[in-house]
Nanobody, 121 residues
Framework: QVHLVESGGGSVEAGGSLTLSCAAA????????MAWFRQAPGKKRERVAT???????DYFASVKGRFIISRDNAKNTVYLQMNSLKPEDSAMYYC???????????????WGQGTQVTVSS
């Protein structure tokens, strides 16, 4: 059974950094598409970053150059390193998994419960 557990959220001042973790169970992270989404109150869900099985990554325009998605196969965990955080990055962040795609991810089937990130100005 697929299970995703996010951790690492918290409160940070603008310009700071956080690293989110997504511990996976029921599958191995390097055999599936993995992603981070976020949703702020009253706003649409945004796909922040994706990691395909072949290692290709893709990022939402506003986080390019600041966020990095990665995976640790031994720990079966996916990470989102977030640097130079801005108040507009404040949201609930969700980990997601989808069918294996070597080059580029498109669909996702399961989401975790989320971890809150709050960036103060």
């Amino acid at each position: 059974q697929v299970h995703l557990v996010e951790s690492g959220g918290g409160s940070v001042e603008a310009g700071g950094s956080l690293t989110l973790s997504c511990a996976a169970a029921g599958f191995t992270v390097n055999t599936k598409c993995m992603a981070w989404f976020r949703q702020a109150p009253g706003k649409k869900r945004e796909r922040v970053a994706t990691l395909a099985t072949g290692g290709n990554t893709d990022y939402f325009a506003s986080v390019k150059g600041r966020f990095i998605i990665s995976r640790d196969n031994a720990k079966n965990t996916v990470y989102l390193q977030m640097n130079s955080l801005k108040p507009e990055d404040s949201a609930m962040y969700y980990c997601a998994v989808g069918p294996a795609q070597y080059w580029s991810c498109s669909t996702f089937d399961y989401w975790g419960q989320g971890t809150q990130v709050t960036v103060s100005s």
